[in-house]
């Protein structure tokens, strides 16, 4: 069946309902804004509704209703990972992306198995305990099952104080067979963006490799789904269209998904188009989305899809990611490297790196900073572990049942890294909000992030319920 189009991307609806929304009254706004509050989420009207906003007045409603949704959804809490880039060999032919084939002028590097160890070592004495694992689409010698021997190494490893708990995988579509053969591997996320919905667009900046069939990545997270694997991650690579046509695209891939599986992606990732090396586009993005419309496009994703996790990655400067905080962000990558080996050796600033960081301090300055504005630093991993995923973990999210878990969770996490690996400020900081966030708390989550955190104090790593 995915060889047929994906006729669920509906080009001529979008466009019909943006325009039929465009300019919707004060009064249709705040009704918008309203049903937006009762955390059922949108549809593809109200999306098209919020996406007209333009007056201030407006935009501060919008992102006062989606900080409420992200307050009472996520409390305070940011999860934090690390991407870890293994390959950067690439058989595609992509625009925006300095990995394409025929770029000459980065240094080609697939990491064999002891230096993914020695990365992962690198990350792990940072203190992170969730990467993203990304490679290009085109493998060393054994193909697929160097992603799979990968990921087997990246959990190998171990040292005194933690290992990798949770590999999520951002890699290039697979058939059914080898999606069941990832799942198998133990992955938390399965994580593929469609970097445009349009079509027309699609087939301009992807000029070559399997990446110019547009069905066969649309109809990826169909046979991931399929396969097993109820954790999937989405996201559109703003610039390359227009940002009113994606958001209204996307919410269409979501709808197919949750009509199909019963279930919608658990991430939505927001990367906007930044510096490649020798990519015209990516440096002069065709539509490009401005800081004010990117804080509107976080803020209308958290209220159109309530309980999905949203993503900010380094590509953002420190001042937008703590912006979009309060606006929906509920992720957020740290001391992150764009090309392979860049952990162990790489800079920050090495011209083989995917694109340019707009975020370049380390894990624990980033860490010192989010908790400086009163969220809680977490690395928690205990519900991909104990199985608490898919429709399970929504079971949990929308009456507000996960809260009772992931706000004890995330304490105890946090002071597992500030007890191993923070610095003395860090540590400093984040003790004292820690004992100020369990004082504000109550009921059984306080008794659970009581013991959880007392439970670090003796000694103990990866405590969680």
């Not at 695209?249 to 188009?273: C, D, N, W, Y």
């Amino acid at each position: 069946m995915y060889n047929l189009p994906a006729d669920f991307i509906n080009e001529q609806k979008v466009w019909d309902t943006l325009e039929a929304n465009k300019n919707a009254g004060f009064e249709k706004i705040m009704e918008v804004l309203a049903k937006a509050r009762l955390m059922k989420g949108l549809d593809l009207e109200d999306v098209a509704v919020l996406t007209g906003i333009s007056h201030p007045e407006l935009l501060a409603k919008l992102f006062c209703a989606a900080n409420e949704v992200k307050e009472t959804i996520y409390g305070k809490r940011l999860v934090l990972f690390a991407p870890l880039y293994i390959s950067n060999l690439c058989a595609n032919e992509c625009l925006y992306c300095a990995f394409r084939a025929t770029n000459k002028d980065i240094v080609r590097n697939s990491l064999s198995q002891g230096h993914i160890a020695r990365e992962v070592e690198v990350l792990i004495k940072q203190g992170h305990k969730r990467i993203l694992m990304v490679a290009g689409e085109s493998y060393p010698n054994q193909g697929f099952q160097y992603v799979l021997n990968s990921i087997k190494t990246i959990y190998n490893v171990k040292t005194e104080h933690g290992e990798i708990r949770r590999v999520n995988v951002n890699i290039a579509p697979l058939s059914t067979e080898e999606f069941g053969q990832l799942k198998d591997a133990g992955i938390g996320t399965y994580q593929i963006f469609q970097e445009t919905y349009h079509r027309e667009t699609y087939g301009k900046v992807h000029q070559g490799g399997k990446k110019c069939d547009y069905n066969w990545r649309i109809f990826s997270l169909h046979r991931a789904m399929e396969a097993g694997i109820d954790d999937v991650g989405i996201g559109v690579l703003f610039g390359l269209f227009d940002y009113r046509f994606e958001i209204l695209a996307m919410m269409q891939h979501i709808f197919e998904l949750e009509e199909k599986f019963g279930i919608g992606p658990h991430t939505i990732s927001v990367p906007r188009l930044e510096p490649a090396t020798n990519s015209d586009i990516a440096s002069r993005p065709p539509f490009p989305v401005s800081d004010i419309d990117f804080r509107k496009i976080v803020a209308i994703i958290r209220l159109a899809v309530p309980y999905t996790g949203i993503i900010m990655s380094t590509r953002e400067t420190a001042k937008m990611r703590r912006e979009t905080f309060a606006l929906g962000v509920s992720q957020i990558s740290a001391g992150s490297r764009t090309n392979p080996g860049g952990y162990g050796e790489g800079t920050e600033d090495d011209p083989s790196g995917q694109f340019s960081l707009g975020d370049h301090r380390s894990l624990d300055e980033v860490i010192r900073d989010v908790a400086s504005m009163g969220y809680i630093p977490s690395f928690c991993t205990a519900c991909y572990r104990i199985g608490r995923t898919g429709q399970d973990f929504m079971d949990l999210a929308k009456p507000g049942d996960i809260k009772l878990h992931c706000g004890p969770n995330a304490l105890s996490s946090f002071k597992e890294y500030l007890q191993n690996f923070a610095s003395p400020a860090t540590a400093e900081n984040g003790n004292k909000l820690i004992r100020e966030t369990i004082a504000g708390m109550n009921g059984i989550a306080r008794l659970r992030a009581e013991k959880l955190v007392q439970r670090v104090e003796e000694g103990l790593d990866d405590v969680y319920c």
